[in-house]
């Protein structure tokens, strides 16, 4: 009524007045920036890549089956199902638009959900056209491309992971048939967790231990068909299904498979490399790692994925913290923008800086792969154990980084963070496995050190480190570093040495550690074993000179002044970041001082002042429509706290004032008398 209203107005009007409005809050993070958002996003994809890519998602965003509305309040079998409806829409783009395959694989990205066709296209086609022979190319990739058949890749077991060699299932030669038998000897030899095996796949790719006459040859590739293409019923002798409910890709049909003496012909091994003729004979591939190309692609992959997703978290997070208010500083009555504390600037500021440096390395990795693949296909494979190595470590340090700052970027949301709403809770969940699949990140770090452990010996016997491991070679490295002042510290060509400094100071160590253990007659393999947690660090920090590299050349290139600037805060805040997180390592190789630690500290809260003014600019460069982020708290024009109670009405729970089971359970409790 009137009074109440009348009684309520001071009340109201006072709490009004001190309120914000966060759409003005970041418009204006927008006006103090110093340099254009706009810039930044012509730095990352060039002009007519910026204009294509805004041109590809205008078109997606009309398309009403590739709607986000209700996303988050989807069920498993409604999330599956919109899942399958991705791949067809996206398909009639690329035809009613005349798209390119790139410009297709855009757009399945921009609408970022996993769905069960992933697999399909990501190993299920790579493999079949890089182990295939000409011959099989063409009887298989064609049908594969037009969906006729939907492929996987069926490696996991249920006891085995990226130990290949302990792969359980079988396929037996019988040349009297010429065939294979595909069987599964123990529970454990049960393939697990293949994306889109489930309920979706017709076919796959499987990967198993090739015996012929009672001797093992190994893991070999197998095109297998899994079910009837009339009914979509498993094929006699094959047991296959869902494995059940996941921390994320919900909408996967990750499945279990298992074969009871299935029958499939010769010509059904992947024969590019390896072969098996007729008669039973074994060819071994001329080269011994030649298989690695596949790999090496697909890890390329993930790591240009850890920048879009580490971008998207971290714009979700700053756009947020500019316009969340909390507490207040000497007696001032407005409060102060998340962003402003000191504290928050140190956990995302970093993670802006890793997103820019992993785009540069996306890039990278996949021109390197290409030119690989090139001298690959004309028979010279010598590049490709550097990149196969390269790519394992980058692979793991990537996405260790990502998946860590999607968590750290929701934990700076706050309480929100944790609302589905935000997007950032099943981001994680389906991003954080990219630290499982492809291969486990410690088994990658390994990979990686036994490389450069093997560079390091061959440095010993007079031979001359190249690419990224050429620092290796250096036989004096320097015991102290000369920093003094605190510009010296932003010298690209000091941090990089640093980096490697560090770096080849562990490399060297674990080196000389194994080398000793082996003289001491401890078997090379258990000598190994025992400084695990040391190769993995060198591998982690060698890795760490790599992404700094490219970055800090990315930045140099940089020709725009303004841009160039901001991208040299940043890079110099994840060099310093580095040298403060391991701060231990880099005095006891000598890089750093007492003295020139306590520089370091200052110097890093330094630019993170510096960097405050245009960190709503930076992310705003990532150029991530809305469409994409798919996050209450992400929004481009602040509107957040709207966002969020219009999410919270539309949600399922609330379509009805009596929740489910009211008159089964709450009402007889409300009735009851004790």
Not at 45 to 52: I, T
Not at 111 to 126: G, N, Q, R, W
Not at 234 to 256: E, Q, R, S, Y
Not at 345 to 350: G, I, M, R, S
């Amino acid at each position: 009524d009137d009074r109440t209203r009348q009684l309520q107005l001071p009340a109201s009007k006072a709490i009004q007045s001190l309120a914000s409005e966060p759409q003005a809050d970041l418009a204006q993070e927008r006006q103090r920036a110093t340099l254009s958002a706009e810039s930044l996003a012509r730095r990352l994809y060039g002009e007519e890549g910026l204009q294509r890519r805004r041109e590809l998602v205008e078109l997606i965003k009309k398309d009403k089956r590739l709607s986000k509305t209700g996303l988050y309040s989807m069920t498993r079998e409604e999330q599956y199902v919109r899942g399958l409806q991705i791949l067809p829409a996206i398909r009639e783009l690329i035809l009613t638009h005349g798209l390119s395959r790139d410009e297709g694989e855009f757009c399945y990205r921009m609408v970022d959900e996993s769905t069960a066709f992933e697999l399909h296209y990501v190993m299920f086609v790579p493999t079949l056209l890089g182990q295939g022979t000409t011959e099989q190319v063409d009887e298989w990739v064609m049908k594969a491309m037009q969906s006729e058949i939907i492929g996987t890749y069926a490696q996991t077991e249920l006891g085995h992971g990226t130990y290949l060699r302990g792969l359980e299932t079988t396929a037996t030669y019988d040349r009297v048939k010429q065939e294979f038998i595909l069987h599964s000897p123990t529970l454990t030899a049960t393939k697990w967790w293949p994306g889109g095996l489930g309920k979706t796949s017709t076919h796959a790719v499987v990967m198993a231990r090739l015996f012929i006459d009672g001797k093992d040859y190994g893991p070999h590739p197998f095109f297998v068909q899994l079910r009837d293409l009339s009914n979509h019923h498993p094929l006699p002798g094959i047991t296959v299904g869902d494995i059940g409910p996941k921390l994320g890709f919900i909408a996967v049909d990750n499945g279990f498979l298992r074969f009871d003496h299935v029958r499939i012909p010769r010509t059904a091994m992947l024969m590019k490399n390896s072969q098996v003729l007729e008669d039973g004979t074994y060819v071994e591939p001329p080269v011994q790692k030649a298989s690695y190309a596949t790999m090496v692609l697909v890890r390329a992959e993930i790591v240009a994925g850890a920048s879009a997703s580490l971008a998207k978290a971290v714009t979700i997070a700053v756009r947020y913290n500019a316009v969340r208010r909390q507490g207040t500083l000497d007696g001032e009555q407005k409060e102060l923008q998340v962003l402003d504390y000191q504290n928050q600037q140190h956990l995302l500021f970093p993670l802006i800086a890793y997103a820019y440096a992993f785009h540069f390395v996306r890039a990278y990795m996949l021109n390197t792969y290409k030119q690989v693949r090139n001298s690959a296909d004309e028979g010279d494979f010598g590049a490709l154990p550097e990149l196969h190595a390269e790519s394992s470590g980058l692979k793991a340090l990537c996405t260790w980084i990502t998946a860590g700052g999607i968590e750290q970027a929701r934990l700076c949301c706050g309480g929100h963070g944790y609302s589905k709403f935000s997007g950032l809770p099943s981001q994680y969940g389906d991003y954080v496995a990219a630290c499982t699949y492809e291969g486990e990140n410690n088994v990658m770090c390994l990979q990686t050190a036994r490389y450069l452990l093997k560079t390091m010996q061959s440095i010993e016997q007079g031979k001359q480190a190249s690419g990224h491991t050429a620092y290796l070679s250096t036989k004096h490295c320097p015991k102290r570093c000369c920093v003094k002042e605190a510009r010296e510290l932003t010298c690209p060509d000091m941090q990089l040495r640093g980096l490697q400094q560090r770096a080849r100071f562990l490399v060297q160590r674990v080196h000389e550690a194994i080398s000793k253990q082996i003289q001491q007659g401890v078997p090379e393999g258990q000598a190994r074993m025992n400084f695990n947690v040391d190769q993995i660090n060198a591998a982690k920090a060698h890795c760490m000179t790599v992404v700094f590299g490219i970055f800090s050349e990315a930045v140099g290139d940089t020709k725009h002044p303004d841009v160039g600037k901001v991208l040299s805060q940043l890079r110099d805040l994840l060099a310093l970041q580095v040298f403060e997180q391991d701060m231990g390592t880099f005095l006891e190789c000598g890089f750093l001082t007492l003295e020139t630690a306590a520089v370091v500290r200052a110097k890093s809260r330094q630019l993170l002042t510096e960097i405050r003014p245009n960190a709503v600019a930076l992310v705003d460069g990532f150029d991530l429509d809305d469409y994409y982020l798919n996050s209450a708290l992400g929004r481009h024009d602040g509107n957040v706290y709207q966002a969020l109670f219009d999410a919270a009405q539309k949600a399922p729970m609330n379509r009805s004032d009596q929740p489910p089971g009211y008159e089964k359970y709450i009402q007889p409790l409300l009735k009851s008398k004790l």
